[in-house]
């Protein structure tokens, strides 16, 4: 049973523009929603999280956008780069203990010059 | 300061054979997990282990087994290798009181 749905699979954003992804979760407990960030060839890599308590989170270019009621998260990527492409993953988790963390399907970026 | 190793990093192996992925952190984690990685499905937990002394299963666990020798490492061992586990594994680690979980670089195995 999948928790977390990811969409799109595959995202092609030109450089400059804005790349979102979003994810929709099930599990009402869960209370820690990362975006991980992968590069071919490496393992993925925490790029920005949220707690349920905050709709929105701001680190340079990306964005968390978070809406409680409909459980539902969107990572925005402003001013994408082609070093942005990279596959993203969204993921819901319980803090705290030995955290089990569920993982959304993965979105494939690509940002053309 | 390597952060999350693991061994080997490509493996080809034929159906039938065994064989143990390694991996280890020198970050003094507790929590440290194994995912399989494939296309279109994300990452799904294979097994973790909360503390040393302790394995719990996730996601797959089938035809997996786990060691967790000591805090540093965690192995993965395929009994009787498949062709359907043939993927990319990832182990990752987190330490307490952090949300953070940090990934290894990855061992991709292909089972023909």
């Known amino acids: 049973q999948q928790q977390v749905k990811q969409s799109p699979q595959s995202l092609i954003v030109q450089k400059g523009g804005i790349s979102i992804i979003n994810c929709a979760y099930e599990n009402t407990a869960f209370d820690y929603f990362p975006w991980y960030q992968q590069f071919p060839g490496k393992g993925p890599a925490l790029l920005i999280a949220i707690r349920p308590d905050v709709s929105e989170k701001k680190e340079g270019r990306f964005t968390i956008s978070f809406n409680k009621s409909a459980k539902q998260f969107s990572l925005h990527i402003m001013d994408s780069q082609p070093g942005d492409s990279a596959t993203y993953f969204c993921?819901?988790?319980?803090?705290?203990?030995?955290?089990?963390?569920?993982f959304g399907t993965g979105t494939k970026l690509q940002v053309i010059p | 300061n390597a952060g999350v190793t693991q061994t080997p990093k490509f493996q080809v192996l034929k159906t039938g054979q065994s064989m143990t992925l390694q991996c280890a952190q020198d970050?003094?984690?507790?929590?440290m997990y194994w995912y399989r990685q494939d296309p279109g499905m994300g990452l799904r937990l294979i097994y973790y282990?909360?503390?040393?002394?302790?394995?719990d299963k996730g996601e797959v666990p089938n035809g997996y087994n786990v060691s967790r020798l000591n805090k540093r490492e965690f192995s993965l061992r395929l009994e009787s290798a498949a062709p359907s586990q043939t993927s990319v594994y990832f182990c990752?680690?987190?330490?307490?009181?952090?949300?953070?979980?940090?990934f290894g670089p990855g061992t991709r195995l292909t089972v023909l």
């Open positions: 970050m003094n984690h507790n929590s």
């Open positions: 990752a680690s987190r330490a307490p009181a952090y949300n953070e979980q940090f």
């Open positions: 282990s909360a503390s040393e002394g302790t394995t």
């Open positions: 993921a819901a988790s319980l803090s705290g203990g030995y955290q089990k963390v569920t």
